[in-house]
């Protein structure tokens, strides 16, 4: 069974930051590209950013400059750092097993900027 479990995220004022994980079981984890989603409040599904097997990276143009995606292949972890959050980064993160953020996803972790 394909299992991912998001965690990390938080209450964060803007500015600031946090690194969300996701830790995955049930496939060759090493062999899948995977990506970051995100649903804002009233808003419809956003991709984040996706790496590749090899460590390709790629980022939506709103996060580009202030996510860092990266993975852990000896952990079966994805991560995503992120600085300089704004408000409109608000938002249930997920993590796909994918590049483009298709299911299967976690059940994500929710991200809120505010003062």
């Known amino acids: ?4 479990v998001e965690s990390g ?3 964060v004022q803007p500015g600031g930051s ?3 994980s996701c830790t995955v079981a049930g496939f060759t984890y090493g062999s899948y ?5 995100r649903q804002g409040p009233g808003k419809g599904l956003e991709w984040v950013s996706g790496i590749s097997v090899s460590g390709d990276t790629a980022y939506a143009a709103s996060v580009k400059g202030r996510f860092t995606i990266s993975r852990d292949n000896t952990k079966n972890t994805l991560y995503l750092q992120m600085n300089s959050l704004k408000t409109e980064d608000t938002a249930m993160y997920y993590c ?3 590049y483009t953020g298709v299911p299967p ?6 991200v809120t900027v505010s003062s």
């Open 9 to 11: 995220g938080g209450l």
């Open 33 to 37: 590209p995977m990506s970051w989603v």
């Open 1 to 4: 069974e394909v299992q991912l």
């Open 105 to 110: 996803r976690g059940q994500g972790t929710q």
């Open 18 to 20: 946090l690194r969300l």
């Open 96 to 98: 796909a097993k994918s």
